[in-house]
C-alpha cells in the first residue's frame, strides 16, 4: 500500500520513498514544531509537542485537506505516556498521516484536539478514562465508559485490578435530583430531564440517552455508553495473531457484521505481516462480505420501520425474511448463523460448499428476488406519505459538521459525503467489479435510509459478479490461503493502522507490535463510536420522535460503540 504520493524515477535520478516524500513536506508545511518523525506502516508519523496540537492539527486540517480524524489511540510505555491522532482525507483516504504526542509518565497532560476536530471529544475522553492522559481545553473531559465514581485508569501499568471499587452511598444517591438544567432557578426550570435507556426499545440495546426537553422539543441530549463494555481490545492483546484473535471480531457487531469486521483484523495483521492473499480466496472474501452487508442493512431498514411507526408486521418481519435467506447462505458457507469465525490471515478457513452448484443455485436464487423485494420496501416506506414526513428534513446533519465528528458509512454518505473504503483505498477484489458508491444530498434520517436501500442493490451486483468468478475459476487454482507462518512475530514497535468499509462505516484497528505473538496494543475504530457522537448534531431542537428516528437512522449496535 502506498504512503504517499508515487515518485516518478527520472533516468539517472535515484527515486525518493514516498514516506520519506511524505515526511519532507510535513516538515515543510509544520517547521519546528515536528519534534522527530517515525515510521509507521501506511501513515508515517510526526512526533510533536504536547502544547503544540491544536496548532499542527489545525494546519493539517486547513492547509494540508486532512479533514478526517479517524482514531485516537493512547498507551503507555516504560518512560512515557503517549496520544496518536490518525488522521486522513475524505477526498483520499489512502492519503494518511499520524500524529504522535508523547507526554511524561510524572505528568501526562496534552493539548485537547477537541477544538480542532469535534470527534475528538469522545476519543481523547476515552483515553483519559482507561489511561489516564489528561487533555487542556477539553470541552468535558470526564470517563465515558466507566462511572464516574471508578478508581484508577484500568490502562496503566500501576492500575490494580484487585483493588476494591468501593461506592458510597451519598454517590448512589437519586443522580436526577442535582439536575435542574436551564436559566430558571433550582425547581423553577421550564425544562424537563428525561431518561431514555439504558433498556428501552428505541435505544437498540444498553444505551442510555439523557435528554432535556423544553415541552416535546430536546434542548440538549447526551449519550452514556459504557454498560456492555467488554474490554475487547484487551482480550485481542492477550490472543496471538494467527489463531486466537479471529474470533473476537464477529462480537464486536454481533447482529449480521460478522465477515466485515473479521476483515478489518484480516487486512491490519495481513499488512503487518506481509501476506499476499489468494486471488481466489478474496472473490470469497468480497462475495461473503456483500452478503453481510445485505444482512446488516435489513436489519437496520427493519428496526427502523419499528422506530418510525411501530411496523412489525409488514416491513419488519418482510425485511427479516430477506435477512434470513442471506444468513442461510452465509451458514453454509461457514457452518454459522452469526460468528462466523471464517476468515484466517492469508485467506479463508475452507473452500465453498459441496456441491458447489447448489450453492451457486441457491444464492443466486436469492439475488433473483432481491429487486421485488426492495420495491416492496420502497412501496412500504419510501413511497409511504407518513413516513416520508416523519423522516424527510428531521435528523438533518450538513457535510462539514458530519465530516467534524468523524462520521461515515451510510451516515456521511446521506450527507452527500463520497466516501467509501471499498472505492477509495481498495482491497479484496472490490476495484476488479463493476459498481457504485451511493449517496443522497438529503442529510436527514429518509436520506439515510435510501442509502442503505440502494447499497443492497450495488452489494446484490457485486455477489453476482462474485458467484460468475467462482463458477468460471479453474480447479488448480482454487486456493483458498496464503502460506502462512505457523507463528507471527512482527518487528518490535511496527505500527499500523488499516480499515475496511463495514456495514456501518470505517472500520479500523491499530496494532504495535512489541516482538512477540500477541499485539502490544491493539484499538478498535468503531464506526458506531463515532456515528453516535453526532447524535445532538442530529437531534437537539427537535421532538422527541424525531430523536428516537434520528438515532435509528445511525443504526447502531453497542457491542461495536464500547467494545
Not at 432481491?370 to 450538513?398: K, M, S, W, Y
Request: glycine share 6%; aromatic share 8%.
Amino acid at each position: 500500500m502506498s504512503t504517499g504520493e508515487e515518485q516518478s524515477e527520472e533516468p539517472g535520478e535515484q527515486a525518493i520513498e514516498p514516506t520519506e516524500a511524505k515526511l519532507t513536506e510535513l516538515r515543510s508545511l509544520l517547521g519546528e514544531h515536528v519534534l522527530d518523525t517515525e515510521e509507521h506502516l501506511n501513515a508515517p508519523g510526526i512526533v510533536i509537542r504536547p502544547d503544540d496540537v491544536q496548532a499542527v492539527l489545525s494546519t493539517l486540517k486547513e492547509e494540508a485537506g486532512y479533514d478526517h480524524c479517524s482514531l485516537v489511540t493512547a498507551q503507555q510505555y516504560d518512560d512515557r505516556y503517549e496520544s496518536i491522532y490518525h488522521l486522513k482525507k475524505y477526498a483520499d483516504p489512502t492519503d494518511e498521516v499520524s500524529v504522535v504526542v508523547p507526554t511524561a509518565r510524572d505528568d501526562p497532560v496534552s493539548e485537547s484536539a477537541a477544538p480542532v476536530y469535534t470527534t475528538a471529544d469522545w476519543h481523547e475522553r476515552e483515553a483519559y478514562d482507561l489511561v489516564g492522559i489528561e487533555y487542556e481545553d477539553h470541552p468535558d473531559l470526564r470517563r465515558i465508559l466507566l462511572p464516574e465514581t471508578w478508581q484508577g485508569h484500568p490502562l496503566r501499568d500501576d492500575y490494580d485490578q484487585d483493588r476494591p471499587q468501593i461506592v458510597t452511598l451519598r454517590e448512589n444517591a437519586n443522580p436526577l435530583e442535582p439536575d435542574h438544567r436551564g436559566d430558571a432557578e433550582e425547581g423553577e426550570s421550564d425544562t424537563m430531564f428525561l431518561n431514555i435507556g439504558p433498556h428501552h426499545p428505541a435505544t437498540h440495546g444498553v444505551l442510555h440517552l439523557k435528554t432535556v426537553l423544553d415541552g416535546e422539543q430536546v434542548v440538549d441530549v447526551e449519550s452514556d455508553i459504557g454498560y456492555l463494555h467488554r474490554c475487547e481490545e484487551q482480550m485481542c492483546q492477550q490472543g496471538t495473531y494467527r489463531h486466537q484473535i479471529m474470533p473476537y471480531p464477529d462480537r464486536w457487531d454481533y447482529i449480521s457484521a460478522g465477515l466485515l469486521n473479521e476483515w478489518a483484523y484480516a487486512r491490519a495483521a495481513e499488512d503487518l505481516a506481509d501476506i499476499e492473499v489468494p486471488e481466489y480466496a478474496q472473490v470469497i472474501r468480497t462475495m461473503s462480505a456483500e452478503l453481510c452487508r445485505i444482512a446488516s442493512h435489513m436489519l437496520a431498514m427493519a428496526t427502523f420501520a419499528l422506530d418510525i411507526n411501530g411496523d412489525f408486521t409488514a416491513t419488519f418481519m418482510w425485511a427479516i425474511r430477506e435477512r434470513e435467506k442471506a444468513q442461510s447462505i452465509l451458514e453454509d458457507l461457514t457452518g454459522q448463523r452469526m460468528m462466523f469465525n471464517y476468515f484466517r490471515l492469508g485467506g479463508v478457513a475452507w473452500d465453498l460448499p459441496s456441491p458447489t452448484e447448489d450453492f451457486f443455485e441457491k444464492t443466486r436464487d436469492f439475488l433473483d428476488g432481491l429487486p421485488g423485494a426492495t420495491q416492496e420496501f420502497h412501496d412500504l416506506l419510501t413511497n409511504n406519505e407518513v413516513f416520508q414526513l416523519r423522516t424527510i428534513d428531521t435528523g438533518v446533519i450538513d457535510p462539514e459538521t458530519a465530516k467534524d465528528f468523524g462520521t461515515t458509512g451510510p451516515v456521511a454518505r446521506g450527507s452527500g459525503i463520497d466516501y467509501d473504503l471499498r472505492r477509495d483505498d481498495p482491497y479484496g477484489y472490490y476495484d476488479e467489479l463493476e459498481w457504485d458508491v451511493i449517496t443522497e444530498d438529503g442529510c436527514d434520517n429518509y436520506a439515510r435510509l435510501l442509502v442503505r436501500m440502494r447499497e443492497v442493490e450495488q452489494s446484490a451486483k457485486i455477489i453476482d459478479q462474485c458467484v460468475d468468478l467462482l463458477e468460471d475459476w479453474p480447479d488448480e487454482e482454487r486456493e483458498i490461503q496464503a502460506n502462512v507462518p505457523r507463528t507471527l512475530k512482527p518487528e518490535r514497535d511496527t505500527e499500523i493502522y488499516r480499515a475496511v468499509e463495514g456495514a456501518k462505516g470505517e472500520l479500523g484497528i491499530y496494532i504495535r507490535a512489541d516482538g512477540t505473538d500477541k499485539p502490544g496494543r491493539f484499538k478498535i475504530r468503531s464506526p458506531c463510536f463515532s456515528n453516535l457522537q453526532s447524535l445532538p448534531a442530529m437531534a437537539e431542537g427537535e421532538y422527541i420522535p424525531d430523536l428516537v428516528a434520528a438515532l435509528g437512522s445511525l443504526d447502531i449496535v453497542l457491542g461495536e460503540v464500547d467494545r
